[in-house]
């Protein structure tokens, strides 16, 4: 739970820093330009040498896929009938179609299933949710920006992109035992991510701009702690029979609130900052209330 109550605390502290002036105005490009060049690359060169790879995972990692086009299908359908501007399309798609596998989803898994599931987790946060950001989400996210890139430009922007680049590094030293000193320092920029992400989105959270993007705030959130995870339960349960414990834990993951990672490309690439902010802010804290009403159902798959 301390992990949890950090979260918070560093979302608080965001709102603190900006409507006290501590911080000049531009402060969370600062500090997503980090979070996108260090702390995300050091959390996955980490967290990948941890993980014991096995054919049970296989719907673990694949579920992260199956959300974001699920969710791409989704907004774009909401886009047309609502007739939504390409940047709050694009943001929805990042932001409703991730899960915030780790920062709140290991604590989650930790809580409801034990210590011992937490390697599903894992495996779902990086070969899932940050390698669908690291291609897809980028994808999106030059698609829906103003000025939309080519083709050519998109795919550069994939493989520059610099925690794709520690994913295929920490792949390829996957055999490879790290230094003492090298864990250490990885872990330690890595943990950054979290307190320097919400304490970004707190900074740049105005519960004034609900009003503006009141229908596209709710059709984000419904789809995410939702309407999501009740079709990756019919998708998994109800057509593939899948059963047991790690399809337990892995549709439990996909019920979690919009995934930070995805807010901070979001609004690198100017998607509609204040609903992004709106959705990671108020779906977290909602996600308290709708993980364990999911837990509870999915006891019986």
């Not at 603190?16 to 959390?43: D, K, Y």
């Not at 950001?133 to 030059?142: D, K, R, V």
Request: glycine content about 8%.
């Amino acid at each position: 739970m301390a992990n949890l109550l950090t979260l918070f605390v560093c979302l608080a502290a965001g709102v603190v820093l900006r409507r006290t002036g501590r911080l000049p105005e531009n402060s969370h490009s600062v500090l997503n330009t980090f979070i996108i060049n260090i702390s995300l690359p050091a959390l996955t060169l980490a967290q990948i040498h941890g993980v014991h790879l096995q054919s049970a995972l296989a719907y673990s990692v694949a579920m992260p896929w199956a959300m974001f086009i699920l969710g791409a299908a989704f907004f774009w359908t909401v886009a047309r009938l609502l007739k939504l501007s390409a940047a709050t399309t694009g943001g929805l798609m990042l932001v409703g179609g991730l899960a915030n596998t780790s920062f709140v989803g290991l604590p989650m898994i930790e809580a409801f299933y034990g210590h011992s599931e937490m390697a599903v987790g894992i495996v779902i946060d990086q070969l899932g949710t940050y390698l669908v950001l690291s291609t897809l989400g980028i994808a999106i996210a030059a698609i829906y920006s103003e000025g939309a890139a080519s083709a050519r430009e998109i795919a550069k922007r994939i493989v520059t992109f610099p925690p794709l680049l520690a994913l295929l590094l920490a792949v390829a030293l996957y055999r490879v035992d790290y230094p003492g000193w090298l864990s250490t320092v990885l872990v330690r920029l890595g943990d950054t991510l979290a307190p320097l992400a919400l304490v970004s989105v707190g900074f740049q959270l105005r519960l004034t701009a609900i009003e503006e993007n009141g229908a596209a705030l709710a059709a984000g959130l419904a789809f995410k702690l939702c309407i999501a995870p009740l079709l990756l339960t019919v998708l998994y349960v109800g057509v593939l029979r899948a059963t047991g414990r790690v399809v337990q834990v892995t549709l439990f993951e996909s019920a979690m609130g919009p995934q930070i990672g995805g807010s901070i490309i979001a609004i690198q690439y100017g998607l509609n900052p204040p609903l992004v902010t709106l959705m990671v802010g108020i779906g977290i804290a909602l996600s308290f209330l709708t993980a364990p009403m999911w837990w509870y159902l999915l006891a019986s798959v």
